[in-house]
């Protein structure tokens, strides 16, 4: 009883605030928060600090590897040196199939996989806030592909758009935003070329060297000594939006934390709900 009375209120407090966040509100809740955006697409300066004068415009980061070399783009609306010129469907199919309106593969640097379980009006929201941006002119220099970019792949469960009732479901929704969040992107290791989805999801050490030094993902499944299964609520959600782990060290980049310091209370509880039902590991 008491179960179903609170269960009532939150879906009361979720639709209440669905309707009362506007699609640029949406758009920014999610850029500016679990999708990190300028994580890669915002420049840094020194130590890695992000230049958010120059917010989305681009460079001057470089990710080379055997198959390509690339930077992020200038995704600002400047006609020039951003996506200016692109329509609202033309950005949806770089989010989503990564394919520029050229028809050019994009590097999966760009994380497209894990964006096509977004619903129809998340997507929606989150291309009208990017577009609604300042323009910020700043060229970036244009990516070279040394062979034909492969297509990347897909978490498994998350192939199609998601139903919006699934979001009812705190584990679902859980799943919905670590998936656009791209946390397991970073935190699953790559093994013979592929993302290894099936056996490594969440294991963590992958090494990324940066202006700030070189960081190693971390196992976030709930095993007990090798992931967070020994980590309560509250010490999970502090290590998503503060950095802080539960030993009281501090996270570098590029974990995202300054970004996901503005979920809300309900979403981080969905991402913990739903990263104590992987494998542990
Ligand atoms: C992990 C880093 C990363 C994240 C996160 C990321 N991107 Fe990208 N994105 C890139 C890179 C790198 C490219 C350029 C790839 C290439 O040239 O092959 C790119 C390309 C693009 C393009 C194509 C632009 C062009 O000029 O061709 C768009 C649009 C885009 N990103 C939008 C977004 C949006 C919106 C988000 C957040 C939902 C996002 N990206 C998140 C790295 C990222
Ligand atoms: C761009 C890569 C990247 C993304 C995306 C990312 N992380 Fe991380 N995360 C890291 C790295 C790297 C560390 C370790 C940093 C360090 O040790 O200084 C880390 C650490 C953590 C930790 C601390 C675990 C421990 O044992 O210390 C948690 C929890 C975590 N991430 C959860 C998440 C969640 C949830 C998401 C998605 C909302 C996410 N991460 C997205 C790279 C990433």
């Known amino acids: ?36 955006c300028g994580n890669c697409h915002t420049p840094r300066g020194p130590g890695g600090v992000l230049d958010t004068s120059k917010r989305h415009a681009g460079g001057p980061q470089v990710w080379e590897t055997a198959e390509y070399k690339v930077r992020p783009s200038n995704i600002t609306p400047d006609k020039e040196t951003g996506i200016g010129g692109w329509t609202p469907e033309q950005v949806k199919a770089a989010m989503r199939e990564g394919k520029r309106p050229n028809g050019q593969q994009l590097s999966p640097q760009m994380p497209y996989g894990f964006y096509k379980i977004f619903t129809a009006s998340d997507l929606d929201a989150v291309v009208a806030y990017v577009l609604a941006q300042p323009a910020v002119p700043q060229k970036v220099e244009p ?105 009281g060290s501090k996270l570098r980049p590029p974990m995202g934390y300054g970004w996901y310091a503005t979920m809300n209370d309900a979403d981080l509880g969905a991402i913990v709900a739903y990263l104590r039902t992987i494998p542990a590991r």
């Open 1 to 36: 009883m008491h179960r179903a009375m609170l269960s009532l209120a939150s879906l009361v407090l979720l639709m209440s605030n669905a309707l009362a966040q506007t699609p640029l509100e949406r758009g920014k809740y999610l850029v500016e928060g679990v999708l990190t």
């Open 143 to 247: 990516p070279v592909y040394k062979v034909k970019q492969m297509t990347l792949e897909i978490p498994p469960g998350a192939e199609k758009p998601l139903a919006q009732n699934a979001m009812n479901d705190p584990t679902k929704r859980g799943f919905y935003l670590v998936t656009i969040g791209h946390c397991m992107e970073c935190h699953t290791p790559m093994v013979n070329g592929h993302r290894d989805f099936r056996n490594g999801l969440g294991t963590g050490g992958e090494r990324f060297e940066g202006p700030w030094g070189v960081s190693l993902s971390r196992n976030i499944t709930p095993h007990k000594e090798h992931g967070i299964g020994a980590w309560s609520d509250e010490e999970i959600k502090r290590a998503i939006t503060q950095g802080v782990r539960k030993d």
